[in-house]
């Protein structure tokens, strides 16, 4: 049922690195095949449910056996200014009776009714799964039935967790979104400076470090999805005049659809970096003046970005002393790839490496210039490669998503989140700052100093280092430490190019 | 007695299940050069991962079969051969734990032929590694029953079953999925204390204690050894420690004829009087003077401790024995378990637990039925209840990840009740409210007429 749908995505005109496929490659889709045994990341429900859970007015419904939900709520971290009912989970936990009975649909409905009486959202959203998916349910049937009964939207997610990747399931949520949410409302307010962000999910808060200079010019931010938005302004989204598309590879489908049903036009961009901040500016800027909006937007928009810029620039000027020279290793893909290497090479800072997975050939080009030397571009790293580079300390850092987090801190090294679980806000000029201020105090944590010297005594518990009592050093010769012999012997030169494709990487950007 | 409730509800707001292959998962992974492989598509082990490593903040070993929309109408015995191949020739590993789930469960195949077909077409390529199976649905059970399936599955298939000589000194101890890693270690320092040599299974306190191994291990690296499971035969006795661990216990008993004991808790003075001596009666030792000061000091705790604990509301949601654990534990304390809530239905333990009703359902009941209690007793994601009762929370169990440490916090043993005594009397003496003349008024007190309630009546159980 669902591979029309699929194999639409998979042909997205709007994808450069679609565009770049000749017509067989372009047939196979984007998913790469698994590897049993080898695989890392989530599942397309999984990727429906980041993009779409963080419309904070939703309730949200996991139509599946308990895991899907159960395992996964209340995770991300992004923010809402106001309603709290995308927090609280939802699930209809199918018991094996509703399996083998069949009672599926059934389960499902009253489970919306319930949702419906107890909570009054202005809508449900219903994410299908594996287990209903295989069995059958007809998930569609049962949200219009709900949404004529019950009066209030009820939106089927075709997202099942077999279909593909996480990315994959980002699409199908935008699927969701024009097929059932956007254009079903008419606001009465509609400006000639109206926009909506695409793929921004306020982790952290941070769009509004971002949002305040949109005010100050008089932009309004009809709709940015899905970070902190309301049912409502994601069903009147078609009302803006241009989109800007920040996260580039989740929503694509979606910026473009919305450009063919209602001619919005659309750039992408990112908040991440000072002068990466400055351009999405101008591009709104621009985009809107030639839909209508006062020219003097173009003049007003310059004299901001000139000040904040001032601004930031001081402000990371402090930290030059502290941080030139560091090295660091970006492990993260997409914009952020040479989004943020650029932004922290102002500042004299090194880049080691980064990665280039899930980034468009316009994002690897631009590393590619950016760091003048390939080799510092990789695609993924095993986890075995990445301790191996931190322990050897060929970096001084590393940023990085979650999931290779353990991985610097097991090899003594400092780490810092830059995906979806950290609790730093680093979007705009202050975010920017914000992210080199985390930087540096990572890296001057005294603990590194600490874990890194060596144990003062050695495996079989011998005293190898400083006497206390009897002063002078002991018997043990220190500075050929067994410990550190063992680890040179461990950890085997290691260079960019020949792991490029060794697969399991940071795949929680988004 | 406690009357079990089941829910009526379609739907589930707010899980208090963890699923069950996470549970099997879990005890996997107490097991040396083990890792846990999810038959399934790559979310259930991706968001079983991520909930794993919130909690222990380690990396955790887990990999799944990655179906995908043709294995799942073709099937998957291919998708389980490739997975065990590759993680036998990428990882090494002493054991491979494939724990299966919903989605292939629901499609029904032979797991255990097709795993026998892949161990004999390719014995020689998996020599030296064992590959057992626990059928773990999510649509059935949650990771208490995961734990114990995964737990009888390496027994069953691990275990020798000719039972060889036995080792007087040698004893079996099959722990909770609750027991943390302190809790293990205090298990085991106490049974060494009696001279006798334990086998702990699963032993998360070896393979999840937060060490840094110095290199770079993509297996667990620590926990009970194979070769341990398979001499298990060796024990003089088993202790089961948790009625969820009863099924395993029979196994082993099956298996290579070792009797064995169950303790359904071992938090509070009496429950682990009774752990203690069995410990003296297999060993034929007297109990060391240091255990007995130990127990001298649980004596002095629950003396100062009871103060804060008599005629407290105590709301608890969790797993069937951990709730019967902590129910006792705050019973015996003078406080009232207002609110039971637990995961499933099925365990003999429920009727025990000393509460006037035991409800199956989700953490969006516990907060309809806590309502007026003075403390919550539930894992981290109670958060949100505690914020909306602005009653203070007890973190237990799993998933914690908003707290450091939670594994090498102690609840059992003389020790760790007296730690778990001091813990949660100091969390009600932070929340303490100063005395104010409205509050104490005689006569806005009356219009409250909950507030006019003559203290409980002492249980009898």
């Not at chain 1, 018991?95 to 949702?115: N, P, T």
């Not at chain 2, 060391?288 to 100062?304: G, H, V, Y």
């Given at each position: 049922m669902?591979s ?15 565009r770049?496929?000749?017509e ?14 080898a695989?890392?990341g989530?599942?397309?429900?999984d990727?429906?449910?980041?993009v779409?859970q963080?419309?904070?007015?939703v309730a ?15 995770n991300r ?5 106001g309603?709290m ?6 699930t209809?936990?199918?018991?094996e009776l ?5 009672q599926?649909?059934?389960k499902?409905?009253?489970?919306i009714r ?26 569609d049937?049962v ?13 089927p ?5 077999f279909?593909?990747s ?31 962000i695409?793929?921004?999910f306020?982790?952290?808060g ?6 305040p ?10 709709a940015?999805?899905?970070g902190?938005?309301?049912?409502l ?7 803006a005049?241009?989109t ?13 659809k919305m ?12 908040f991440y ?19 209508g909006?006062?020219?003097?937007l173009i003049?007003?928009?310059?004299a ?5 810029e001032?601004i ?15 090295r ?15 932004a ?7 880049i080691v ?5 899930k980034?468009?050939p316009?994002?690897k080009?631009?590393v ?19 301790y191996a580079?931190l322990a050897?300390?060929?970096a ?9 987090q ?5 090899a003594r ?6 995906n979806q679980?950290?609790?730093?806000p ?8 914000e ?7 990572a890296i ?7 874990v ?6 050695d495996?079989?518990?011998t005293?190898i280092g400083e006497?206390?009592?009897?002063g ?22 290691f260079h960019f ?5 060794s697969g ?7 | ?6 829910s ?7 899980p208090l299940k ?5 549970g099997?998962?879990?005890a ?6 083990c890792?846990?492989?999810?038959h ?13 490593v ?6 955790i ?5 990655a179906m995908?929309?043709v294995a ?5 015995a291919?998708?389980l051969?490739?997975a065990i ?7 090494k ?6 724990c ?5 469960e629901t499609?029904?195949e032979d ?12 014995a ?7 590959v ?32 060889p000589?036995?080792?007087p ?35 998360v306190?070896?393979?999840?204690d937060?060490t ?14 194979v ?5 298990l035969?060796?024990?003089?006795h ?5 009625e969820?661990?009863r ?6 008993a ?5 009797p064995?004991s169950l303790?359904?808790?071992l938090t509070?003075l009496k429950?682990?009087?009774?752990f ?6 297999l060993?034929?030792?007297p109990?060391?003077?240091k ?8 004596a002095d705790?629950l003396?100062d401790g ?5 005629g407290?509301?105590?709301?608890i ?7 019967f654990?902590?129910?006792t ?15 499933t239905?099925g365990s003999?333990?429920?009727e ?13 009941l516990?907060e ?15 958060r949100?209840?505690?914020e ?35 813990d ?6 932070s929340?303490l409210?100063e005395p ?6 005689p006569?806005?007190r009356?219009?409250?007429?909950h507030?006019s ?5 002492p249980?009898?159980?």
């Amino acid at each position: 049922m669902l591979s029309p749908k699929v194999q639409a995505l998979f042909e997205e005109p709007g994808c450069d690195k679609n565009r770049a496929k000749d017509e067989k490659a372009r047939k196979k889709g984007c998913s790469k095949p698994l590897t049993p045994g080898a695989a890392a990341g989530g599942c397309a429900f999984d990727g429906a449910k980041i993009v779409l859970q963080p419309i904070t007015d939703v309730a949200h419904l996991v139509h599946a056996p308990l895991a899907c939900e159960g395992n996964s709520w209340d995770n991300r971290g992004a923010a809402s200014s106001g309603p709290m009912l995308w927090r609280t989970s939802f699930t209809t936990d199918l018991s094996e009776l509703d399996v083998v009975l069949g009672q599926g649909e059934r389960k499902l409905y009253r489970a919306i009714r319930e949702i419906v009486e107890t909570h009054a959202p202005p809508a449900v959203f219903v994410y299908e799964t594996c287990v209903t998916a295989l069995i059958g349910d007809d998930i569609d049937a049962v949200c219009r039935h709900a949404t004529e009964k019950l009066g209030v939207p009820v939106v089927p997610v075709h997202a099942a967790g077999f279909v593909g990747s996480k990315n994959l399931g980002n699409k199908l949520a935008g699927e969701a979104l024009i097929d059932h949410v956007i254009g079903t409302h008419e606001p009465d307010d509609v400006g000639a400076c109206d926009i909506n962000i695409l793929g921004e999910f306020n982790l952290a808060g941070e769009f509004w470090m971002v949002k305040p200079l949109f005010d100050e010019l008089g932009i309004r931010i009809r709709a940015c999805i899905p970070g902190d938005a309301r049912f409502l302004d994601v069903a009147s989204a078609h009302t803006a005049r241009a989109t800007m598309m920040v996260c580039s590879t989740a929503l694509i489908n979606l910026a473009r659809k919305m450009e063919e049903r209602w001619s919005i036009p659309f750039f992408e961009g990112s908040f991440y970096g000072v002068a990466d901040t400055s351009d999405a500016l101008r591009q709104i800027a621009k985009l809107l003046v030639e839909r209508g909006a006062p020219a003097d937007l173009i003049v007003r928009t310059e004299a901001v970005i000139a000040r904040e810029e001032a601004i930031a620039r001081s402000k990371l000027e402090v930290f030059r002393p502290r941080l030139e020279g560091k090295r660091v290793l970006l492990n993260t893909g997409g914009v952020k790839s040479w989004s943020v290497a650029s932004a922290l090479m102002e500042i004299g800072i090194e880049i080691v490496g980064t990665s280039v997975k899930k980034s468009t050939p316009e994002d690897k080009e631009r590393v590619k210039q950016l760091l003048e030397d390939e080799h510092k571009m990789f695609e993924g790293m095993a986890p075995r490669d990445l301790y191996a580079l931190l322990a050897r300390h060929d970096a001084d850092i590393m940023l990085s998503g979650g999931r290779t987090q353990f991985i610097a801190l097991k090899a003594r090294m400092p780490w810092l989140d830059i995906n979806q679980e950290r609790h730093h806000p680093y979007a705009g000029y202050d975010g920017m700052v914000e992210l080199v201020r985390q930087i540096d105090i990572a890296i001057h944590n005294p603990v590194w100093a600490e874990v890194n010297a060596p144990s003062p005594f050695d495996a079989d518990g011998t005293v190898i280092g400083e006497r206390v009592i009897g002063g002078g050093a002991s018997t043990g010769a220190r500075a050929a430490s067994p410990a550190s012999a063992a680890l040179e012997a461990a950890v085997p030169a290691f260079h960019f190019k020949k792991f490029a494709a060794s697969g399991v990487g940071d795949a929680d950007d988004c | 007695m406690a009357h079990v409730l089941h829910s009526e509800k379609a739907v589930s707001t707010n899980p208090l299940k963890s699923s069950q292959p996470l549970g099997a998962a879990f005890a996997f992974l107490g097991v040396a050069g083990c890792v846990p492989l999810f038959h399934g598509s790559q979310g259930c082990t991706s968001f079983a991962l991520v909930l794993f490593v919130r909690h222990f903040k380690e990396t955790i070993p887990l990999q799944t079969t990655a179906m995908d929309e043709v294995a799942t109408i073709m099937g998957g015995a291919d998708h389980l051969e490739e997975a065990i191949l590759n993680l036998k020739s990428r990882t090494k590993p002493e054991l491979i734990g494939v724990c299966t789930t919903a989605l292939v469960e629901t499609r029904g195949e032979d797991f255990a032929g097709d795993l026998a077909l892949i161990k004999a077409r390719r014995a020689e390529a998996l020599a030296g590694t064992e590959v057992v199976l626990a059928a773990t649905p999510d649509f059935s059970g949650s990771i208490e029953e995961g734990w114990s399936k995964a737990v009888v599955a390496m027994i069953d298939g691990i275990t020798a079953r000719v039972s060889p000589r036995r080792n007087p000194r040698r004893v079996a101890v099959l722990p909770g999925f609750d027991m943390t890693v302190a809790d293990i270690e205090e298990i085991r320092e106490t049974i060494e204390a009696f001279g006798l040599e334990p086998t702990i299974l699963p032993d998360v306190s070896g393979a999840l204690d937060g060490t840094v191994p110095g290199k770079w291990i993509p297996t667990t690296y620590g926990g009970t050894t194979v070769e341990e499971i398979r001499s298990l035969g060796e024990c003089v006795h088993c202790l089961a420690i948790g009625e969820n661990q009863r099924t395993a216990a029979e196994k082993l008993a099956e298996v290579a004829d070792v009797p064995y004991s169950l303790f359904a808790s071992l938090t509070g003075l009496k429950p682990f009087d009774r752990f203690v001596t069995a410990l003296a009666e297999l060993s034929g030792r007297p109990v060391p003077a240091k255990l007995r000061r130990q127990r001298s000091q649980l004596a002095d705790a629950l003396l100062d401790g009871h103060f804060h604990f008599g005629g407290k509301k105590i709301a608890i949601a969790a797993e069937p024995d951990q709730l019967f654990r902590l129910a006792t534990f705050f019973v015996g304390l003078g406080a009232e378990v207002t609110a039971a809530v637990t995961t499933t239905q099925g365990s003999a333990i429920l009727e025990k637990v000393p509460a006037d009703e035991v409800r199956v359902g989700d953490l969006g009941l516990f907060e309809e039925l806590a309502v007026g209690a003075d403390l919550l007793v539930t894992h981290s994601h109670g958060r949100q209840a505690s914020e909306r009762l602005a009653i203070p929370l007890y973190r237990v169990g799993f998933p914690i990840f908003d707290r450091l440490g939670a594994q090498h916090r102690r609840q059992v043993g003389w020790r760790g009740t007296r730690d778990l005594i001091f813990d949660v009397a100091n969390v009600f003496q932070s929340d303490l409210h100063e005395p104010t003349p409205e509050g104490l008024n005689p006569f806005r007190r009356r219009e409250n007429d909950h507030d006019s309630r003559p203290s409980p009546e002492p249980r009898r159980h």
